[in-house]
């Protein structure tokens, strides 16, 4: 017999007889989908010591310039799909020092680069949570992993309320990322440590 | 990790000992305290918890029950997604086949992110003795790793090591695994995680085999789910052209929107937050990268056999029933002598490893009495299991890298009666308080559990005399009213300490004071107290 079989009858044999229990149980209520989202996720983002501006459309330029600036960033990677507008503020800002990823970058010459600017598919509120599908606007996951600085923006149409929204709205076909605040540890007496394997600096600029 | 938790003798002598060392009690009472109201912040803050933590439970109640058509579910969808799943009834397999899989790409070394399901089946110590290094990744397995240490706690596995002692760690082992401690090396959490972080940078860039865990399988879509903190299980999952994932057949939820309820339940049960920093899912073979599912079984399908036992299995790995244990944050995770400790460890070592019907325990067990009190006696049988009986030949150095104590051996092939022992004492490492059940983000019983593997476990025969006794005397009224009577008339002769071996029990406790007249004569007596 194949371990699958053994473990597959294994399985029957201890269920057999045993109540059925229903799949779909009493699930959360969702969110209220309040008007104050997008200061809920900003204020939630800031909470692990995220950096985080809410910006209109017309600033989303400049916030993104005055970031790499206060950053002193010398070379930053530019996903393929990121709107016009924000790949040409960070080629306006660095001139050659924006990489694309095309072809794509070693895992060295990421690991050079000083950060990375992307979009991405989802927020969430409550949470201060930003999710990564991989889509255009974020590139693939190392892109945003290796650099020590990410600078993510945010339309504050894409925050939704809760996880539950989340979910339902994200594909599992896509490698996802959910990113809340910056990379850290607890692994020390239980004080928290930002930035230990991931970017160290998170920054996010939400655009109204 | 080199050292092992194989040969321990039972908890109470290893609870004795732990509560002897200030040290590791000041560090447990610190760190327990401070995630305790973290996690208690975090929850409140939800309102529907309740709701919450009962879908929880019941989403893993059906899972488990239709366990085998989710498996079939899952495994399809992973093949369809490029993945390739394999089957391990055992730890000698899942061991045999990640080594494989790994001797196949050609490489001799892997960095791996923190699983559970790993250090259960001792797959550190399996691929050493093929020539294969695993670098354990995670910050606090790093510490446990480099220090030749065992983990104490599933979340903060270095819970037992304050500050002082990981910088000393840092210092003397780094050099053997790669880049050394920086020189001005300081003890500050943030000093130390950032020698962590250059140690392993390097590693991360070039080796190209990964091993995990997973937090949750996704049976519908065939996603896997890891929840992390550091980046580490990002750098693992991402970067290594192959990646092998180990999972428990446990871990397995229905349907994408299942992850909705548990997403939710676990960061805020586990570190107090309202979300982990990263949490990252994959489908299959994910951007060109080889991915290999092994299934594995080593005594879960036992376990779901025990209709009390097997609730068990719902278990999230959270670690909320450690941090709220009384008996954890006097006695730390070691003494449980299992990867699993605290309240959830008891009831999960004794059931994984088949030791918990006593079958294979020796006679005589633990008696009931032997409660890990501080200089509680110990029963003349809970006698530390030599470890001259593990087999030594079973090391393995590769390469000089791992410390020459490293013995390769995986539970399963080691003789019953080397557990059983502790096993047979761990469902009596609890006071029944029942916090760990109150804390629990899938509603686990665990009190009620213990006190079932303490029926199931064999009893002197003394106890059993005892209880046989009470029995008949408590079986009818008339027999435990002549009992009351003459026990009230012959109180002045009980003792304040019981002889012999019954005095275990007195040791840490006081015998109830016997009334002169029972309840009941009181009654007749007075009607009911109007005389």
Known sequence: MSSRDLILSRVRAAVAGAPDVPHTGPRAAPAAAGERTVELFAGRVADYRAVVHVVEPAEAAGAITAALARRAAERVVVPGGLPEEWAHAVRAHLGDGAVGDDPPLSAAELDAACGVVTGCAVGIAETGTIVLDTGPRQ?????????????????????????????????????????????????????????????????????? | MSATFLGMPAFPRNAARAVGDSQLRFNLRKATRTIRGRRAAMVGEVPGWEELRAAGRQIKDHTLRHLDRYLLQLEEAVARAGGRVHWAADADEANRIVAGLVEATGETSVVKVKSMATQEIGLNEALAARGITAYETDLAELIVQLGDDLPSHILVPAIHRNRAEIREIFREKMAEWGRPAPEDLTDEPRALAEAARLHLRERFLSTKVAVSGANFMIAETGTLVVLESEGNGRMCLTLPETLISV???EKLLPTWQDLEVFLQLLPRSSTGERMNPYTSTWTGASEGQEFHLVLLDNGRTRVLADEVGRQALRCIRCSACLNVCPVYERVGGHAYGSVYPGPIGAILTPQLRGTDSGASAPPGGMPASAAPAPGGRMPASATAVSRGRMPASATAVSRGRMPASATAVSRGRMPA??????????????????ACYEVCPVAIDIPEVLVHLRAKAPHPRAERLAMRAAGWVLDRPVRLARAQRLSGRLRRFVPRRLPGPAAAWTDTRDIPDIPAESFRDWWDRTDGGTR
Not at chain 1, 149 to 163: E, W
Not at chain 1, 190 to 196: I, K, Q
């Open chain 2, 247 to 249: 999972v428990g057949i």
């Open chain 1, 139 to 208: 590139g693939r996951r190392a892109l945003t992993l290796v650099p020590d600085y990410h600078l993510c923006l945010v339309r504050a149409g894409q925050i939704v309320p809760g996880v539950p929204e989340a979910v339902a709205a994200l594909d599992p076909a896509r490698p996802l990322t959910w990113i809340s605040g910056p990379s850290a540890t607890s692994d020390i007496e239980l004080d928290r440590v930002e930035g230990v394997h991931g970017p160290r600096t998170l920054e996010v600029v939400v655009v109204r």
């Open chain 2, 417 to 434: 009666s080397a557990t059983a022992e502790l096993d047979a004492s761990l469902p009596y490492a609890s006071s029944l308080c029942g």
